[in-house]
């Protein structure tokens, strides 16, 4: 048999499984984000240089909402959104739904629990559940628990200018564009920090029926039997080293 009639009576191999492609929505905004964050990184290198004021931050800040995460200026955001007798620097809507509070410090200005505190007390005075902390370089995401006692989760934590792949900006800031708020990507986030936090991981390891697992396996192994209140103290002192 030839080489030619080899190649006809064998088995094709298959074709690996095409990878999803993204939604057209997705694809979209990243697009966007790309183009942004190479549009504005110049502009804000600059303005660190030169130190400039709150105002010039927001005006920048003002165009990235809009050009990067895709805004509408008119219908979308609302500067200067009044919070019973205060004001935050910017109330970000979807859909006519108020999302998001957005609090601008100066370009040069470190964030810092202070001014989360700040945005912190605007959310839960008007009830908003996600707090934008910005200097234009540095975003930070923040949840705001409904429930008492108050919890406040850091969600998203990027900065333009920072060492990040432009990708790994991408992949952190597309759940903050309006594409990503309109499709609930924010909430997949913050539910995933949440679930595999150290707390979270913490609960599980002490839990009854890991506890109980692994004083059997300790058992199994050392031939030492401990009761589940030993483990569990061995475990929390693991933990807590760690």
Request: charged share 30%.
């Amino acid at each position: 048999m030839n080489a030619t009639e080899q190649a006809a009576g064998s088995p094709q191999a298959e074709a690996p499984p095409a990878k999803p492609s993204r939604p057209k929505w997705e694809a979209n905004a990243r697009d966007r984000l790309r183009a942004g964050i190479r549009k504005f990184s110049k502009p804000l290198a600059d303005m660190i240089a030169r130190d400039v004021n709150e105002a010039d931050t927001r005006l920048l800040i003002t165009d990235f909402l809009c050009e990067a995460l895709g805004y509408d200026k008119y219908s979308d955001l609302t500067a200067e959104f009044a919070i019973k007798g205060d004001f935050a620097d910017y109330g970000l809507r979807v859909d006519k739904q108020l999302e998001a509070l957005i609090e601008v410090k100066r370009v040069t200005t470190k964030l810092s629990p202070k001014h989360l505190r700040q945005v912190e007390d605007y959310g839960v005075r008007e009830g908003v559940e996600w707090l934008i902390l910005t200097n234009g370089a540095h975003w930070q995401v923040y949840h705001l628990g409904a429930t008492m006692p108050m919890t406040v989760d850091l969600v998203i934590d990027v900065d333009i200018l920072g060492p990040d792949h432009p990708s790994r900006k991408i992949d952190q800031l597309l759940p903050v564009t309006r594409e990503g708020m309109k499709h609930g990507l924010i909430d997949g986030v913050w539910k995933a920090k949440r679930a595999t936090s150290p707390k979270a991981i913490a609960k599980v390891l002490t839990s009854p029926a890991v506890i109980t697992a692994v004083r059997k396996e300790l058992r199994r192994q050392t031939q030492y039997a401990a009761d589940d209140a030993e483990v569990l103290a061995l475990v929390q002192g693991v933990i807590c080293a760690e």
